[in-house]
């Protein structure tokens, strides 16, 4: 998704069972990070997007809808 030129990105972010927290980017297969603040994790993911586009050099064509639970 663009907006004033840039692109848009939505980001999973969980916690681990150690306490870091991962991010991951739906639209960009294997573009994931992790810290130990919720700070740190945006600065790094934003990195991260960066350089799987410059990798990808391509636009997606996917749009993140949502996450949903379900029980098994």
Same mark, same amino acid.
């Given at each position: ?26 639209? $960009?297969?294997?573009?994931?990070? +992790? @810290? ?9 993911? &934003?990195? /991260?997007?960066? $350089?799987?586009?410059?990798?990808? +050099? @391509? ?9 949903? &639970?379900? /029980?098994?």
């Amino acid at each position: 998704m663009r907006k004033n030129g840039k692109q848009e990105f939505s980001v999973v972010v969980e916690r681990d069972a150690e306490g870091y927290y991962v991010a991951s980017v739906p639209a $960009l297969p294997g573009c994931h990070t +992790q @810290a130990r603040s919720l700070d740190k994790l945006m600065v790094r993911i &934003r990195e /991260a997007i960066e $350089l799987c586009l410059e990798v990808e +050099q @391509a636009s997606t064509t996917t749009e993140f809808i949502g996450v949903q &639970r379900v /029980a098994v």
